[in-house]
């Protein structure tokens, strides 16, 4: 249904994946299974974290909220990406598309934040640990959290509202949910703004957390090797080795999709790189932070243990 002017453009269609039937069923069923594992993950570690008053320390606040956005991350496009997969017709209303684009880019936003906030939680733990309950006091805390959440609101609002400006000459979306560059795609009317912002918040949200974390590993590497016993330094690096992984797989394929020039092509090979941010790493990091962490494991078999007898 293509459209002179974007006001009477009422709806998108997603064009998915693949569009080979025969995998429709066998994506439906995997994506199903892995939002499954991602919501009773996540809300796992929300309960844990909540019931448990030994995991009440900054650390666990920050993976607290981390988990509540990759709850909400997950569900904002997953559910509907599985109604789509059994769809002969993926249709999504114009206005829905533009909340899919804000709740979208407002949590992924986040997670970038709340992952530096983990990496400075770290640095601090290992580099100043006399300095640690000072540092990371709850106030501290709860100011990083706002500032993760308030630097998301501005994020999605500006890249919301650029979207809302623009008029579509198509309504058809190479992509499997309503991301920035393949709506940008389709629209009629210059698009120099909508990238240029792509450009610089996305830069800014992608480039300024990567520097702060790496800036922090440096200093916390530097600090581990300064560690005498082989067994500090293993214990040090066990602390951080879960973060890294998660840091890595997030940033990675979130730099790939969105650091590169928009074409048809570039979208092809973003779409399924997207997976990653979209639907793996929402998946992995509650298994990462609780099958490498001791304390998660401990206040687990704790409840365990709790409910058996």
Do not use: W
């Not at 560059?181 to 912002?197: A, G, I, K, R, Y």
């Amino acid at each position: 249904m293509p459209t002179e002017n974007g006001s009477f453009l009422t709806e998108f269609v997603l064009v998915g994946l693949t569009d080979q039937a025969d995998l429709q069923f066998l994506l439906f069923f995997l994506f199903l299974i892995m939002y499954l594992v991602t919501v009773i993950g996540n809300l796992g570690m929300i309960t844990l974290i909540g019931l448990n008053s030994h995991l009440r320390t900054p650390m666990y606040f920050f993976l607290f909220n981390l988990s509540f956005i990759d709850l909400c991350y997950s569900s904002v496009f997953t559910p509907k990406m599985l109604m789509n997969f059994l769809s002969t017709k993926n249709i999504i209303s114009f206005m829905g598309c533009m909340a899919q684009l804000y709740f979208f880019t407002f949590f992924a936003i986040s997670e970038c934040y709340v992952l530096t906030s983990v990496a400075y939680d770290r640095y601090v733990a290992i580099c100043k640990p006399l300095l640690y309950n000072v540092s990371m006091s709850p106030k501290v805390c709860s100011s990083l959290i706002l500032g993760s959440y308030l630097m998301a609101f501005s994020g999605s609002m500006t890249h919301t509202g650029c979207m809302l400006r623009l008029s579509f000459c198509d309504n058809t979306i190479n992509h499997y949910f309503c991301d920035l560059l393949p709506l940008l795609q389709l629209s009629c009317t210059s698009t120099f703004v909508n990238e240029l912002v792509v450009f610089i918040v996305g830069g800014i949200d992608i480039i300024v957390p990567s520097i702060t974390i790496f800036v922090s590993y440096g200093f916390i590497l530097s600090s581990i090797l300064h560690i005498c016993s082989t067994e500090g330094r293993s214990k040090a690096f066990s602390t951080c080795s879960s973060h890294i992984i998660a840091v890595s797989l997030f940033f990675g394929s979130g730099a790939f999709m969105y650091l590169q020039p928009s074409s048809v092509g570039s979208m092809d090979e973003g779409k399924f790189s997207s997976v990653f941010y979209t639907n793996v790493v929402p998946m992995l990091n509650p298994l990462i932070y609780s099958l490498r962490n001791k304390d998660v494991k401990f206040a687990l078999r704790k409840i365990l243990s709790r409910k058996m007898l």
